[in-house]
């Protein structure tokens, strides 16, 4: 993850250090970087990120996945406390929420992939109004459902935001209850 966060700040240093000027995209309203006088090297690096994160994000997944329905189908296991181990570990609904969490992004951020691709193989540009717009909106968007699917799926997370919101509103009884739970004042 580190070397993905590394490789991500590698891919916006040009512009942000004025090697590079922005372009101001009329159809979205934003600013979106120049790719045509560094192709190479975006390209370099795009492969740097996204290379090795796909790549661990779907062994991963794949392997939880066929681990649960191994699981849920009775497979033999001979060792038991190997079994007991992994079905406790299985059983963590974060799993699923983080998996829920990765669809969220690629589906949010494919519409707009999906055009901008698009448009560049098949020679055309959009004459749509407010397309771009729309597009580029849905995969910001993308950090709303976040927050969303947080709420929704993570007992943990709307513990930890109602103490907050205790902490805040109520300073004593925030405590107390962060106390209860054996959270630190940090």
Known sequence: MVFTWISCGMLCCPPLLGFNKPLFDR????????????????????????????????????????????????????????????????????????????????????????????????????????LHFGVIWLGILNSFWKAVILVAMSPQFRLALRIFCLTLCCRYKGRLQGELIGMDDD
């Not at 979106?32 to 190479?40: F, I, Q």
């Not at 290379?51 to 681990?67: D, E, R």
């Not at 191994?70 to 406790?88: F, N, Q």
């Not at 519409?111 to 098949?122: D, T, V």
């Open 27 to 130: 159809d979205t309203y934003i600013c979106m970087l120049d790719w045509t006088n560094m192709a190479a090297y975006s390209v370099t690096v795009g492969v740097l990120i996204l290379g090795p994160s796909l790549i661990t994000t779907v062994y991963t997944y794949t392997y939880i996945f066929s681990t649960m329905r191994k699981l849920r189908s009775g497979v033999p296991i001979h060792d038991k406390e190997y079994a007991t181990a992994l079905s406790e570990n299985m059983s963590n609904p974060s799993h699923i929420m983080s998996f829920v969490l990765v669809v969220t992004f690629w589906l949010s951020w494919m519409p707009f992939a999906g055009l901008k691709l698009y448009e560049h193989f098949a020679g055309i540009k959009f004459q749509v109004p407010f």
